[in-house]
């Protein structure tokens, strides 16, 4: 059963992973600080007998590596996902080296294997971030049993008790794996976010867009209405003047009729968009049918019913003709047309205190596993309905945009799920509710002016 959805973009995870360079190469040098500190406190100060002079050069390998990079690449260069694995690698091998000569699973500091799996988590791809996973994991294992053991001056052996160090084994590995898929998860869904975001701002800007384009072509159609009324004015006057010369009077008489032609397109131009202030309101059944008409004729019967539920008369209230909610009932109605079998159903309701909209469609409803997810972007599912991989992206859309303007959009299904509906409303609804006062147009009085155009 096939997810509804309107649009489709490119999952985030599809995309190569880019990571500054400076913020590892940061993070490299936070890392070899602490290590040099740790290592000689610990030989000068706690008394403890390290292989200093390895450990030492366990850790210019990495201010080699520092060096290199820098080097070779610019500080704003960002890195490939392969190179930025080929560092947390590096990273990786240097920590297990450097713990390899102090003592292994019994040194404290064997927790900072954490760190290059959960940054490998952030940035890199999944197959990326279970490999590098699968290494620490295996490193950690190795350093349980191979490794220099850590010694006092007096030759007395730290080691842990066995149970001890099973159970730090554990603690580290369950660590590991937890932490790395949680910031994988909480990247992926950020990612995610940000990519609905920014399509659900590109719709509403192309939506502003071609809200906007009708008022510079009233403008134009307006401005440019003298100097024509001029045009046709003189070419008039020739034409009688020149009434002796008839090769000259035919070019007069042409002039008019092309300013006559300029005329009749500007006046239809105006019809098709005004920035006039009364304009930028409409009744609810016209913004409505507004947002309905591009899915007029693609096969499927929309609907329309408008009724008060208060017994208020007239033709509905007059709202705010906002691009969001323009654009946001467009994808609300696609989406049902696009997984309607024979119809779908517009209901709109208002009162004294709300203006409701659903919208519903005589398909199979949506997938109980989603539906307490559906307003999510990018709710994939394998299987689509002919070839439609609907990912959830259009109903993101319609939430975002609605709600910016007030609205509460909430999700059910009428029917059980899988049974179509049949000449009943009840397969998928999708409803919006707004206070009226929220969406209501602005008392205006009858000489308001326009708005100005810039």
């Known amino acids: 059963m096939p997810l509804q959805s309107t649009r489709t973009l490119l999952p985030p995870e599809t995309r190569e992973p880019r ?186 800007a192309r939506e502003q867009k071609l809200h906007d384009l009708g008022g510079v072509v009233a403008a134009a159609a307006h401005e440019l209405g003298t100097p024509l009324a001029t045009i046709k004015l003189v070419s008039a006057e020739l034409s009688e003047e020149l009434a002796d010369r008839p090769e000259l009077r035919e070019d007069a008489e042409l002039i008019r009729q092309q300013a006559d032609r300029c005329r009749d397109i500007l006046r239809s131009m105006g019809r098709a968009g005004k920035s006039d202030t009364h304009l930028m309101t409409a009744p609810i059944e016209s913004v409505v049918r507004e947002a309905a008409e591009p899915h007029a004729n693609r096969g499927i019967v929309i609907l329309f019913d408008f009724a008060s539920v208060s017994g208020e008369a007239g033709i509905g209230p007059i709202i705010q003709r906002k691009p969001e909610i323009i654009h946001g009932l467009r994808n609300m109605i696609q989406n049902a047309v696009d997984f309607a079998r024979e119809r779908v159903w517009v209901d709109v309701r208002w009162s004294a205190e709300d203006v409701v909209i659903r919208v519903i469609d005589d398909g199979y409803g949506y997938p109980a596993e989603v539906l307490t997810r559906l307003g999510d972007p990018f709710l994939r599912r394998r299987e689509g309905r002919n070839g439609y991989d609907g990912m959830g992206l259009g109903l993101f859309i319609a939430k975002t945009l609605l709600e910016r303007t007030g609205g509460h959009m909430s999700f059910a299904n009428g029917t059980p799920l899988g049974r179509p509906a049949r000449e009943t409303r009840g397969g998928a609804i999708a409803e919006v509710t707004w206070s009226r006062a929220a969406i209501a147009a602005p008392a205006q009085g009858a000489l308001d002016p326009n708005r100005p155009l810039e």
């Open 19 to 204: 990571v500054r360079l400076n913020t590892l190469v940061n993070l490299r040098w936070l890392a070899v600080l602490g290590q040099t500190v740790t290592v000689v406190v610990a030989e000068l100060w706690l008394g403890m007998h390290l292989l200093l002079g390895l450990c030492l050069l366990v850790i210019g390998l990495a201010i080699v590596a520092n060096l290199v990079v820098i080097t070779v690449y610019p500080p704003n260069h960002r890195l490939s996902g392969r190179e930025a694995f080929a560092f947390l690698l590096f990273d990786l091998i240097q920590l297990g080296a450097l713990l390899a000569l102090t003592g292994g699973l019994h040194n404290p500091f064997a927790l900072l294997f954490l760190a290059p799996v959960t940054i490998s988590a952030t940035v890199l791809r999944l197959r990326a971030t279970i490999a590098l996973g699968a290494i620490a994991l295996a490193m950690i294992s190795l350093l349980g049993g191979y490794f220099v053991p850590l010694q006092t001056d007096a030759g007395e052996v730290l080691a842990l008790p066995t149970l001890h160090l099973t159970g730090f084994l554990v603690a580290i590995t369950i660590g590991t794996l937890f932490l790395s898929g949680f910031a994988y998860r909480l990247s992926h869904e950020t990612e995610e976010m940000s990519a609905a975001l920014l399509a659900t701002q590109t719709a509403l």
